[in-house]
């Protein structure tokens, strides 16, 4: 542990010389440190699974047959620092990222292996390592209003977005561009060679999907936009290319109409359609699944009503442990997008700063899939039962549940306490499982 921490230190200590050194050529590089910020989050991170038909992926070091009980209690620090640009029409600047996952606690054995559980890193013997870092950063330019960024970076929109449900983020290598000229409309664009999974230091890992595992791709480019027409509407229009696997494209919308000062209909539709690419190195297909959403919020109440449904032979898949899945029924576990799935779902949210209590949200959700159908599934996607038929009519629901309370002032402003509870119950092609999480956070800005 002490050489990995070491290296933590090392790196943090090149942030702050770093900031030294600008901060005395501050006369000559005047923006780049007015506009710069560091950061330190240190989150605190709880897991379990139960996967109740012991159908689980745990490995257990040889101690005996596994359960399919995962269990792992871990801290991170995650550190930013964030440059603002030189002077000039041309500004340069720099981002960079130092960050660190310490185990606390596996239990015996239970620390999820090489599964979708993924808090901490885990070696061939299938122990979790005691810790370990993620290191990188990036130069950016700045023309007007446009930035390009070259190095590790975190896109974020609809088609490729860097994961942030674990531990430690996820992130990619490569290079993007973003530009604000027009007023509403934000553009991205991007083409990235690497990630780096939420449990990896590598950051030049080979591309892997959720569903159908790692493929050789050697890149993936992105583009795209978000057009906030007014104040109650926003369309956004991106795709991508995963080369050699996928031409993937979004559309979506998000509608708010107020009625009155405390009751506004909520609305917003969600679109993607993927087709092989290439060397179809999943397979051919020609998916496309939508989702469609319709609430009411009144004060500090918020109902709303979602349906989902993939008109496709296979899975929709997207980059593992991603955000790049917006779709109203993905949720904490399951995304209800297996092939031909229909699913609705209902979900409540309370903000508790509407009786007095700001700070303290809760919100839970049902979801329910029907007539998932693997008939015409590709070798990558398909899924059989004991006899090696395709899997039809499947089934399965999932109810969340969860609480945070954020604190609003002091000397603990903005320390986070969430609780997130997962039940889901399926048919043959998914696990039973109970999941428990329990994230602290506690974000501190020192510039």
């Given amino acids: 542990m002490s050489r990995t921490l070491s290296l933590y230190l090392a790196a943090m200590s090149a942030l702050s010389a770093s900031y030294v050194v600008s901060?005395?050529?501050?006369?000559?590089?005047e923006g780049f440190i007015e506009g710069s910020s560091l950061t330190v989050l240190n989150r605190n991170f709880y897991y379990n699974r139960d996967n109740r038909d012991g159908a689980g992926a745990t490995y257990n070091s040889g101690k005996g047959d596994t359960n399919g009980y995962s269990e792992t209690w871990a801290h991170a620090i995650i550190t930013h620092f964030n440059s603002g640009f030189t002077q000039g029409t041309v500004g340069f600047g720099v981002d960079a990222f130092a960050m660190i996952g310490l185990k606390l606690?596996?239990?015996?054995?239970?620390n999820g292996g090489r599964s979708s559980f993924d808090v901490l890193p885990v070696d061939h013997d299938g122990e979790a390592r005691d810790e370990y870092t993620k290191i990188g950063?990036?130069?950016?330019v700045r023309l007007l209003d446009t930035v390009v960024k070259v190095g590790d970076v975190f896109p974020a929109n609809p088609v490729v977005a860097a994961g942030d449900s674990r531990l430690l983020p996820e992130s990619f290598r490569g290079v993007t561009a973003e530009n604000t000229s027009i007023e509403g409309l934000t553009l991205q664009g991007g083409r990235l060679h690497s990630m780096s999974q939420p449990v990896s230091s590598d950051m030049r890992e080979n591309f892997a999907t959720f569903y159908a595992g790692a493929v050789n791709s050697p890149w993936i480019a992105y583009g795209g936009g978000d057009y906030e027409i007014n104040d109650r509407v926003t369309v956004s229009l991106f795709s991508s290319r995963l080369k050699d696997v996928w031409n993937q494209y979004y559309a979506g919308t998000s509608l708010t109409y107020p009625l009155s000062d405390d009751l506004a209909l909520i609305g917003g539709f969600n679109y993607y359609k993927a087709v092989d690419e290439g060397k179809q190195l999943l397979g051919e297909f020609n998916n496309s699944i939508w989702s469609g959403k319709i609430g009411v919020s009144y004060g500090g109440h918020t109902l709303a009503l979602s349906h989902q449904q993939n008109n496709g032979d296979d899975d929709f898949d997207y980059l593992r442990q991603?955000?790049?899945?917006?779709?109203?029924?993905?949720?904490q576990y399951s995304d209800f997008n297996s092939p031909k799935e229909r699913s609705w779902m209902l979900r409540y949210d309370l903000n508790m700063a509407a009786y007095g209590i700001p700070g303290l949200s809760f919100m839970t959700r049902y979801a329910k899939g029907t007539d998932a159908d693997y008939s015409n599934a590709n070798q990558f996607y398909m899924r059989t039962d004991d006899n090696g038929n395709p899997l039809t009519?499947?089934?399965?629901?999932?109810?969340?549940i969860e609480a945070k309370y954020v604190v609003q002032t002091g000397p603990a402003k903005d320390l986070s306490f969430r609780v997130r509870q997962a039940n889901t119950r399926a048919t043959a092609f998914e696990s039973d499982l109970d999941e428990v999480r329990l994230i602290v956070e506690y974000p501190l800005s020192i510039l």
């Fill in 23 to 29: 901060a005395q050529a501050e006369e000559q590089a």
């Fill in 105 to 110: 606690d596996t239990g015996d054995g239970r």
């Fill in 137 to 140: 950063g990036a130069a950016k």
């Fill in 322 to 331: 991603s955000d790049s899945i917006f779709l109203d029924n993905s949720i």
């Fill in 393 to 400: 009519d499947q089934k399965r629901w999932e109810r969340d």
